[in-house]
């Protein structure tokens, strides 16, 4: 099962490495990893997509993650309420001809083109996976040349519905 | 160019040298209270040890010959004394050489802080001369590490370095130092000393929920069993572990690094568990409706095939480390606790139940039918009769060192601990290799006990060039050889399991261990008999001088009872003649 794993850092080198070796070395599926800084300096905020067998196993790298001296605090928010988005970049055989038709997949996407050349335009798509995999789809057979996605990164909502069911077992307390 | 030569005639600890990085880093050692270190010189550490030079005479460095016996010995070091082992090496090939014992100390939590050169900043990458990743190397089998680029952080990294390695699960902390911060004049005011670890917070109280839980299930349990692991040395809770086990009259089963937390001379200790455990404990773990684990991790070689491990048992666990709870076994009563705080508050519980004597008696039972046992002939050596010689000419009351395989084994099956912390193995990772250095390291922490270290013929030829430690400080450690002229735990899978195909097992040609001794001062004795044992085994441990001790054992002995791999505490062979 993939689950979206979260977790805050102390933005200090190798910290990337030591998480990463982690996962390795625990044999943990790494789907996809984004890594940047937070509103605090110093502070950086991963997110991950792991694929794991079962709950057991994402109980052991959560705490795995959270034993490294460096992690802050470590959640795995699959089960509430989250935005969780993407960005990819694709570049797509573009032929002059075929220019007005591809903005025409591009606008209900909310999609842009961030550049155009004479046989190849790169467009620019964000949300979450699935709308990602949908537009990926429909621009295929056209071909894609190139194709670049940053991994998922995601937040909470703001409002948590209150029937939540999931798990929400603490790391530290029994 | 002329040398000059009156340069180097001087020697002057007090010279004037202006403070360099190096000398914060030797403040900072001695805050931390530092006073044996255990290092190996070099190019990248020269600053380091020029500053250690004009420090004289506040530390006791011991120059091992290796790096590995450096790591080795402050491994010994700490698991006796409970304190910090200090370890320095160069860059390179010395921090490469301490890799084993990193891992070791890691598998095992021991607290070690580890100082390696490093080449200076502006050529790190370049792979300059003697240049490697100590930090990417460390990274998995530390429990932290660092490398100063500042030398105003200095202070700080190494009082957290001490914090990280002693507190919580103890581990190995590595700190890897630039050539040029320990080497250049040291200018900017220290930022600050204080320690800055937001993301360190080891529980160490108990959860009062899992105590009153964890007591209701005692007081439910029909068959109840406490299994004592190292954790409960470490948390230094081996007298309360004692007080609960005889207030619940709960029957004792111990791991390999526990043995001494609870006395094995008791009558409720049913021995160690595991691969080759009495079969008393390995029955009581497999029939126990209520296993309390006190600071142990379910290792593979205690635990056999998990879906025989406790199957009726609701499993109770106390540790220090969260991550090792539901680890390998789903487990129902957590409890995320120092040992001793967690066996003081179930204490604090005053409850007045009791193992049933049915079950205790039905275990007892076990322990007389089936005790240990091996073939003992007239005049020839085995192994086995040597460790329980070595008990009764020490009166249980050394320190035993081991590596691994079937001398260690029969040390801990044999020997009997009754006190903690007398017992040094190198057990989750298993290093040839190890016993002998770390007998030097615990000596040095304990210079009134004896000190033995039991070794393999083949482990003891790994770390021996550590003799002339023994010879520079005439410490009294005293290397008993159990020589079988094998792999002999290599040797015994390979009859068992490879049809008698000694595969680069059998060690036919050895050096002369009686000359080796020589070459380095040290009194060598070869015994052959039990006759020549039992008159001259007594006051070769009772020397003051370094001895080496050559046990011709008989070679074809195995080690029983046991358990195969693959299978289940209840299927031991070997468990009688």
Redesign the interface.
């Known amino acids: 099962m993939k689950r979206v794993i979260t977790a805050t850092?102390?933005n200090r080198?190798?910290v990337l490495?030591?998480i990463t070796?982690?996962m390795q070395?625990r044999q943990f599926n790494i789907d996809s990893i984004s890594v940047g800084k937070t509103e605090v300096e110093q502070i950086s905020r991963m997110t991950f997509v792991v694929e794991v067998e079962d709950m057991?196993k994402l109980?052991?790298l959560t705490?795995?993650l959270?034993?490294?001296?460096?992690?802050?605090k470590v959640a795995d928010i699959t089960d509430h309420a989250i935005v969780a988005r993407e960005l990819a970049l694709v570049k797509v055989v573009c032929p002059p001809a075929s220019r007005s038709e591809l903005q025409s997949i591009i606008a209900p996407f909310r999609a842009s083109a961030v550049d155009i050349s004479k046989d190849s335009m790169i467009v620019q798509v964000t949300g979450d996976s699935d709308k990602i995999e949908a537009f990926l789809e429909l621009v295929r057979p056209y071909g894609i040349k190139e194709l670049t996605r940053t991994g998922v990164t995601a937040f909470l909502r703001g409002h948590q519905p209150q029937t939540a069911d999931g798990n929400t077992y603490s790391?530290?307390?029994? | 160019m002329k040398v000059k030569a009156q340069a180097v005639q001087e020697r002057n600890p007090a010279a004037k040298v202006p403070k360099t990085g190096a000398d914060l880093f030797v403040e900072a050692l001695q805050a931390a209270g530092v006073d044996t270190i255990f290092g190996y010189p070099g190019g990248a550490v020269l600053p380091i040890y020029d500053a250690l030079y004009r420090a004289e005479p506040q530390f006791k460095h011991i120059l091992t010959r290796h790096e590995q016996g450096a790591i080795h010995a402050a491994e010994g070091y700490a698991r006796v004394s409970g304190k910090p082992g200090v370890v320095i090496a160069t860059s390179g090939p010395g921090a490469t050489n301490l890799i084993t014992g990193i891992a070791d100390a890691m598998m095992d939590s021991l607290p070690l802080v580890i100082f390696t050169g490093q080449v200076g900043r502006s050529v790190i990458g370049t792979d300059a001369f003697q240049e490697s990743d100590v930090?990417?190397i460390t990274?998995?089998i530390t429990?932290?590490?660092y490398?100063v680029?500042r030398q105003e952080d200095m202070p700080r990294i190494v009082k957290e370095a001490f914090y990280?390695a002693t507190t919580g699960r103890p581990g190995p902390v590595v700190i890897d130092i630039p050539k040029d911060i320990s080497g250049e004049a040291y200018q900017t005011a220290v930022s600050s000393h204080a320690i800055h670890?937001?993301?360190?917070q080891p529980?160490t109280k108990?959860?009062s929920?899992?105590i009153k839980k964890l007591i209701q299930a005692i007081e439910e349990a029909k068959r109840p069993v406490l299994l004592t692991g190292a954790g409960v040395l470490h948390a230094k809770a081996a007298q309360e572990v004692e007080n609960f086990a005889k207030h619940f009259k709960l029957p004792v089963a111990s791991t390999l690094l526990g043995l001494g937390a609870f006395p094995a001379s008791h009558p409720q200790f049913l021995g160690m568990g595991g691969m080759h455990g009495t079969y008393a404990a390995n029955r009581a773990l497999y029939e126990c409706d209520l296993l309390i684990n006190v600071g142990a991790r379910f290792d593979d070689r205690l635990t056999g095939n998990l879906a025989h491990f406790a199957p009726e048992a609701t499993i109770a666990h106390i540790d220090i480390?969260?991550?090792e709870i539901?680890?390998i076994i789903?487990t129902s009563i957590?409890?995320?606790s120092d040992a001793k705080a967690a066996i003081e508050a179930l204490l604090a519980e005053e409850s007045s139940a009791t193992a049933s004597e049915d079950w205790c008696n039905h275990l007892q039972q076990y322990k007389a039918d089936f005790p240990l046992w091996y073939n003992n002939p007239v005049q020839d050596l085995t192994p086995q009769w040597v460790m329980q010689a070595v008990h009764k000419a020490t009166d249980g009351k050394a320190i035993i060192t081991t590596d691994v395989g079937q001398h260690q084994m029969w040390a801990a099956q044999y020997y009997g601990f009754d006190q903690p912390n007398r017992w040094v193995t190198s057990g989750g990772l298993g290093t040839m290799g190890f016993g002998f250095p770390a007998a030097i390291g615990a000596q040095l922490a304990c210079p009134d006990s004896t000190v033995i270290s039991i070794v393999g013929d083949g482990g003891f030829q790994m770390t021996m060039q550590e003799l002339s430690v023994l010879q520079e400080r005439r410490l009294p450690v005293k290397v008993l050889i159990v020589n079988n002229q094998s792999l002999g735990m290599v040797r015994q899978w390979q009859e068992f399991f490879y049809q008698e195909r000694y595969s680069e097992s059998l060690l036919n040609v050895q050096p002369d261990f009686i000359k080796l001794a020589d070459s380095y001062s040290i009194k060598g004795v070869r015994l052959d008999t039990q006759e020549q044992l039992v008159q001259q085994l007594p006051s070769l441990l009772q020397s003051d001088e370094p001895v080496v001790i050559d046990c011709r054992v008989l070679r074809q002995e195995n080690v029983f009872p046991m358990i195969a791999p693959g299978k289940g505490l209840h299927e031991m062979i070997g468990v009688s003649r």
Do not use: W
Request: no cysteine.
């Open positions: 850092v102390q080198s190798g490495n030591r070796g982690l070395k057991q109980e052991q705490k795995q959270h034993k490294q001296i460096d992690v802050l790391l530290i307390t029994n | 930090m990417g990274t998995p429990k932290h590490n490398q680029q990280i670890l937001p993301g360190y529980t108990p959860n929920n899992q480390d969260p991550a539901g680890k789903p957590p409890v995320v």
